[in-house]
């Protein structure tokens, strides 16, 4: 307890600018050698003496401090430590310029486990201190951690021997170098690096594998645990799959990773590869793999000019055409026939890279579908064409193992709306179709989620209603009658074991009805079918029960269509949700706003902006900031800025973000003539240091990205300095 209070007491010296000499060496010996007795004092004292090199750079022992944290970096496993030591030390190393020697602040040092691997045999020595598996571990955590930082990337970049002699090791035979370079380039490029390569003796199974990795990768991505009912649910999907409704901010994230780019394209990475590919050796696939998924990015965030020298790699067509080296030319054009092949799976490469899988969810579908609030009919080809699929597909559903039956004939009836009631036909295929989606039947509702075709079943309900809801509208009361009667079931006896109890909703299409009822819900006749039954109104009565279960609200509030601008009973529902329901539930209700947002739901302007306005004054903290985060998006877009502005509210206590907002609405012009009094205060706030308070805001945002798995494409965005 003693010692922890003289390290607070240290820390208060350090922020002066007064630490004696002797605490100096007292920190840099605990930090040095008490890893084994004394954990905790010593990763203390680290964090101690890198707050020492930010706050007193030009203290008499500043070069103890130096020299006791790189060799920190030698052996750390810590990664979030090496992060703050290695951005400590790039900080100081562009700030000190030449008072220090080079020999210590030179952050190039890190790479010394790497680049000098002449004794490796001595360093795997019983008495050796670190193994050389170890120090090369730390050193590709502490270079990761550089090349995040920016001035970590300019000294790594502007030295000889930086990134230059890090790429130069792929053409040296030492498999634990460049296995550890790969593993480098890989995790800054935000790719996969632990997969599992086939056998060169067979090349049709190598070529399988390069084909299908991405679609693996692809596969193993979309399932997020939380998109799932009990977590986040279609917000958080979308969020990471709908783009950011900014139209005038640059990407600040996809400018550093194409900064990333172009800094391996200058320092020779694709010759490193190439030779790696050619030499045939334990690292083939791997590097091949990466020299692909290098190609993809560059043609995404690289300009036209580079990207051109780069597709024509000049190295691999040497290698493929030398006449004096028979081995290498065969291997050389095997690898340009293969990044041939494969040059139409880029787009997913890049996907696959960016963490996004490449189609929404069911639930997440319906929600664009109902903001563009179209379904396009899709009509069949031939004459007579219709007739013929329809008697196939009815002769396919005359008995009850609905798993046999043809969907993908009944779907294409259902899209083309080539099925009428007034035919035999169509009224027994659309009877029999009414038994399949009848909750009541137990057939759709119990079909598991992760059956094959539940999606299929789901998407031709949709169809299936919109079909009915003017061909034969009395089919669709029938249904709704019958889900109003199960529904009831949650309101009435929760205690029961109804059809839509929320275990049931967690693994069966059972949620789907939902979806059904929100379909309905976006059509003036749908409304006016869910109105006669009272489904509406029975929602309605579920989510505002005390003890309502979440996945009841966040399957209504995810479902239904709020762009009616004379029936505004969904609105009504949305709007009593925010105020009855716990802060959980309306935390994800402010989320699905944006939601909306992105897909640009008519009519969100002005209920969407008067909703979030609304919940920036709910008493809990998190649903008050989580609605302010999402206006600071809404108003990119003109006339929900100016619904902003008319809103005349103070933000400044709930979010950093917040305080910016101010600023965005003295921008308009709308905000300049009603705001006249805050236009000089505000001037004065951000003359008088609120510029510093941003730039800190902007670079936490940013570290904070780059030091994530992977970037999405919900990457940070500022607003370009040319956009006035």
């Not at 840099?28 to 203390?44: D, V």
């Not at 100081?92 to 310029?97: C, D, T, V």
């Not at 691997?117 to 170890?134: C, D, L, M, R, T």
């Not at 051109?308 to 026939?337: E, I, P």
């Amino acid at each position: 307890m003693e010692r922890l209070q003289a390290l607070l007491l240290t820390r208060k010296m350090i922020q002066l600018g007064h630490v004696p000499s002797s605490i100096v060496n007292a920190l840099t010996a605990i930090a040095a050698e008490g890893g084994e007795e004394r954990e905790r004092m010593s990763r203390i004292c680290l964090e101690t003496l890198c707050e020492m090199l930010v706050y007193c750079p030009e203290h008499p022992n500043i070069i103890v401090v130096l020299r006791t944290l790189m060799d920190f970096l030698m052996e750390s496993n810590s990664v979030p430590l090496t992060t703050a030591v290695v951005a400590s030390i790039a900080r100081f190393s562009a700030r000190s310029g030449s008072c220090i020697p080079p020999m210590f602040c030179d952050i190039t040092q890190i790479l010394h486990p790497v680049t000098a691997f002449e004794g490796i045999e001595e360093n795997n020595k019983p008495e050796a201190k670190v193994s050389k598996a170890v120090m090369i571990q730390a050193a590709k955590n502490a270079v990761v951690a550089a090349f995040r930082t920016w001035e970590g990337l300019h000294l790594l970049t502007a030295s000889s021997s930086g990134i230059r002699s890090l790429v130069g090791i792929l053409f040296l035979s030492n498999q634990l170098a460049q296995e550890a370079v790969l593993d480098i380039v890989s995790h800054l490029l935000y790719l996969p690096a632990d997969f599992e390569s086939p056998s060169r003796s067979n090349f049709g199974e190598v070529f399988v594998f390069i084909i299908s990795l991405p679609l693996n990768l692809m596969m193993l991505s979309s399932t997020t645990d939380t998109w799932s009912l009990q977590e986040n649910f279609v917000a958080d999907e979308a969020r990471a799959l709908l783009p950011h409704i900014s139209r005038t901010r640059v990407n600040l994230c996809a400018n550093y990773l194409a900064v990333l780019l172009f800094i391996f394209h200058q320092n020779g990475l694709i010759d490193a590869l190439v030779h790696v590919i050619s030499a045939d050796g334990k690292f083939h696939q791997r590097a091949f793999h990466l020299l692909n998924s290098y190609l993809a990015l560059a043609n995404v965030h690289l300009p036209a000019e580079f990207t051109s020298q780069m597709q024509s790699l000049h190295s691999l067509v040497s290698l493929a055409t030398n006449l004096k080296n028979l081995g290498g030319r065969v291997q050389g054009a095997d690898t340009l026939a293969d990044l041939l092949r494969s040059s139409s799976n880029r787009d997913v490469l890049v996907a696959t890279a960016h963490g996004i899988t490449p189609s929404p969810s069911i639930y997440l579908e319906h929600v664009i579908t109902l903001a563009s609030n179209s379904v396009p009919a899709s009509p069949l080809g031939k004459d007579g064409e219709g007739n013929l699929l329809l008697r196939d597909a009815v002769s396919s559903m005359t008995n009850h193992e609905f798993i046999s039956w043809n969907w993908p004939a009944i779907s294409t009836l259902l899209k083309a709306k080539a099925v009428h009631t007034e035919d035999a036909i169509g009224y027994k295929f659309f009877h029999r179709l009414l038994f399949f989606f009848k909750p009541s039947n137990k057939l759709f509702s119990n079909v598991p989620q992760k059956n094959d075709l539940a999606v299929c079943y789901s998407r031709c309900g949709c169809l299936f209603l919109e079909s009915l809801i003017t061909e034969a509208p009395e089919l669709v009361e029938e249904l709704m009658a019958d889900l109003y009667k199960c529904l009831s079931v949650v309101k009435d006896s929760p205690n029961s074991d109804p059809i839509f109890n929320p275990l049931k909703l967690f693994s069966s299409c059972a949620a789907d009805y939902f979806i059904f009822i929100g379909r309905l819900s976006s059509t003036v006749p749908g409304q006016t079918c869910l109105h006669a039954n009272k489904l509406l109104d029975l929602l309605l009565s579920i989510v505002t029960q005390p003890d309502v279960h979440e996945s009841y609200v966040k399957l209504v509030i995810s479902t239904l269509y709020y762009g009616h601008s004379e029936d505004r009973s969904t609105q009504d529902i949305f709007e009593k949700i925010i105020v009855l329901c716990s802060p959980s539930v309306r935390c994800y209700a402010a989320l699905h706003l944006r939601t909306l947002l992105r897909c640009r739901m008519p009519g969100f302007c002005p209920w969407g902006m008067e909703r979030l306005i609304a919940m920036t004054s709910d008493l809990n903290a998190v649903v008050a900031r989580t609605a302010v985060d999402i206006i600071d998006e809404a108003c990119d877009e003109k006339a929900n800025l100016e619904a902003f502005v008319h809103a005349r509210l103070s933000l400044d206590h709930l979010s950093p973000m917040a305080e910016f907002l101010t600023a965005r609405v003295l921008g308009t012009v709308c905000g300049f003539n009603d705001f006249p009094e805050l236009v000089t205060s505000e001037v004065e706030k951000w003359r008088f240091g609120f510029n510093r308070k941003y730039a800190t805001v902007v670079e936490e945002l940013l570290n904070a990205r780059f030091l994530s798995s992977e970037l999405s494409d919900d990457m940070f965005h500022r607003h370009s300095s040319s956009q006035k």
